[in-house]
């Protein structure tokens, strides 16, 4: 049940583009994103729900496709201040109200 | 800073043993969620109290307690303690009482070290 992301690791030269993908098996209602730095808590991107339009928010968008039960995570023009590890947390169709997330995807973003 | 309080920071104690974790949530805020998280597991929900009662369960251990009390403040209660309880937890609180409502405010967590 727990959604699998890719890739689990990816590092950047500041001011390129990154794509984290979140897979799940089970049909999903709404897919959560938060981003984690190192011996932080984690922090709310965006959540995308079942029907919902592709979500933004300065340079991070996010898309959530029902049909394949996949959300993609997209920075664009990377920052220094991006890096981190970001997670996706699903919550399957039929209201668990439970969010379980993935492992996890480490986003290194250097000078 | 969240607004989300957690106490204590850290907490190292021996196997067996037990111990009290306290969450206070943002102001205004009717649900907190408890998490753990470990380097092999990741992040694992383990409960969610909207305003006193419990509304969801994920999974936590039958030797793992919590509640929420009138002034919406949580503890979590772990005991019997192992080795493999040590972990980060976090205490996250949102308004609404669903997942799909608004974004959860994560506080600075607990590290706890079972020895």
């Known amino acids: 049940q727990q959604p699998v992301q890719s890739p689990q690791a990816v590092i950047l030269r500041e001011g390129e583009d990154a794509v984290i993908n979140c897979s799940s098996s089970k049909a999903l209602y709404s897919v959560h994103w938060y981003r984690q730095k190192h011996g932080e808590a984690p922090v709310f991107l965006m959540i995308?729900?079942?029907?919902?339009e592709q979500k933004g928010h300065e340079k991070i968008s996010a898309s959530f496709n029902e049909k394949k039960q996949q959300s993609s995570l997209y920075l664009t023009a990377s920052q220094l201040s991006y890096s981190g590890t970001y997670f996706c947390g699903t919550e399957i169709q039929g209201g668990s109200e439970k969010l379980v997330f993935g492992k996890g995807t480490k986003l290194t973003v250097n000078p | 800073d969240s607004g989300v309080t957690q106490t204590p920071k850290h907490l190292i104690t021996a196997t067996g043993q037990r111990v009290t974790l306290r969450c206070s949530p943002r102001s205004g805020d009717l649900s907190v969620y408890w998490y753990q998280q470990s380097l092999d597991q990741g992040l694992q929900f383990l409960i969610q109290y909207y305003n006193g009662e419990e509304r969801a369960k994920g999974n936590i251990l039958e030797r793992f307690s919590a509640q929420q009390f009138p002034d919406l403040h949580s503890e979590l209660n772990l005991s019997s303690l192992e080795l493999g309880d040590s972990a980060l937890y976090f205490c996250a609180s949102s308004v609404p009482p669903g997942l799909a409502g608004g974004e959860q405010f994560f506080g600075p967590g607990t590290r706890l070290t079972v020895l």
């Open positions: 995308l729900l079942k029907g919902g």
